[in-house]
T-cell receptor
Framework: DVKVTQSSRYLVKRTGEKVFLECVQD?????MFWYRQDPGLGLRLIYF???????EKGDIPEGYSVSREKKERFSLILESASTNQTSMYLC????????????????FGPGTRLTVT | QKEVEQDPGPLSVPEGAIVSLNCTYS??????FMWYRQYSRKGPELLMY????GNKEDGRFTAQVDKSSKYISLFIRDSQPSDSATYLC???????????FGTGTKLQVIP
């Protein structure tokens, strides 16, 4: 079974704090993703990474950064948390290719519900 | 206009009913189509994955893609209370890892 774990289920932080969200996958997936999920807006991609030390901006990267020092671990960093970053944060991972074809099947972690006050 | 449109529901059905969940999309380049199920306070889990047009069946679930109409469906037969969840459609045009998600339809199956 694919397992994607996230460091916290619930997190409460104050405005201006630096926040680290950690994600670990155990399937040797090349790709890792960070999304946020908000009511009525669905899942929005923040950043993704297709290899160690590689990162690509998603649709809403402003206010976030990421780090991927090891293949199995992908961190999301909120440099200075703001109230509009209160959200559910979801990490996902996937293989780059399956049976020679590009793969789009993403496996998600349980999510971190972040509240910024 | 959003690239992927999905009715948010909620959709309430009695146990045993056939459920039809749908998404429409505007990007004709989409070729890979997925359905995810998300229980409350959990991450989405992949249910079905199809490529291009046609049907795919897995147990009580059938995924249908009509590229000519830019319309995809997920059918659930003999619905169970344990099917109560939010269902998200997702799609991709190929050649790039980004997946576009619908906003999800909340389904409630009443015992």
């Amino acid at each position: 079974d694919v397992k994607v774990t996230q460091s916290s289920r619930y997190l409460v932080k104050r405005t201006g704090e630096k926040v680290f969200l950690e994600c670990v996958q155990d399937m040797d997936h090349e790709n890792m993703f960070w999304y946020r999920q908000d009511p009525g807006l669905g899942l929005r991609l923040i950043y993704f990474s297709y290899d160690v030390k590689m990162k690509e901006k998603g649709d809403i990267p402003e206010g976030y950064s990421v780090s991927r020092e090891k293949k199995e671990r992908f961190s999301l960093i909120l440099e200075s948390a703001s109230t509009n970053q209160t959200s559910m944060y979801l990490c996902a991972s996937s293989f780059l290719r399956v049976r020679g074809s590009l793969s789009y099947e993403q496996y998600f972690g349980p999510g971190t519900r972040l509240t910024v006050t | 206009q959003k690239e992927v449109e999905q009715d948010p529901g909620p959709l309430s059905v009695p146990e045993g009913a056939i459920v039809s969940l749908n998404c429409t999309y505007s990007n004709s380049a989409f070729q890979y189509f997925m359905w995810y199920r998300q229980y409350s306070r959990k991450g989405p889990e992949l249910l079905m994955y199809t490529y291009s047009s046609g049907n795919k069946e897995d147990g009580r679930f059938t995924a249908q893609v009509d590229k000519s109409s830019k319309y995809i469906s997920l059918f659930i037969r003999d619905s169970q209370p344990s099917d109560s969840a939010t269902y998200l459609c997702a799609m991709n045009s190929g050649g790039y890892q980004k997946v576009t998600f619908g906003t999800g339809t909340k389904l409630q199956v009443i015992p």
